[in-house]
């Protein structure tokens, strides 16, 4: 693949999860709590992520992006997923709300980093 359609996937790809999170943190910052469809959404998302037999070329990307990321900051992968998922089940919102608010900005990270390359920045 290209670098130009190797990064137009990683765009499209962290736009899709990046929209779905950034959703899911306003409304959860908006009502205090969390709505059944949208908990239901971020707990398949994180599940997606955190299945290690998940081959979907663009949960693999993800993956790849988060726990990079993670490493960096000396976090374990799946840890930080599971204590999402404990807290999600808890309904601890002011646990796990800054856990996603970090996914998105590492998303959203990747995301614009891939729009620069494609851009020939």
Do not use: C, W
């Not at 899911?24 to 910052?29: C, E, G, L, T």
């Not at 070329?57 to 840890?79: A, C, D, G, K």
Request: hydrophobic residues 40%; charged residues 25%; glycine residues 4%.
């Amino acid at each position: 693949m290209s670098s130009i359609g190797l990064n137009t996937n990683t765009f499209r790809i962290t736009g899709k999860y990046l929209d779905l999170l950034n959703d899911f943190v306003v409304k959860a910052r908006i009502n205090q709590e969390i709505e059944e469809g949208q908990k239901d959404l971020l707990v398949g998302f994180i599940n997606q992520l955190k299945d290690e037999n998940n081959h979907q070329p663009q949960f693999l990307v993800l993956s790849n992006i988060i726990e990079r990321e993670l490493r960096s900051t000396n976090e374990n992968y799946r840890h930080y997923l599971e204590s999402i998922m404990t807290e999600i089940e808890e309904n601890n919102i002011n646990a796990f709300l800054p856990k996603i608010e970090f996914l998105t900005d590492i998303l959203d990270m990747e995301n614009s980093e891939a729009l620069l390359k494609i851009m020939g920045e």
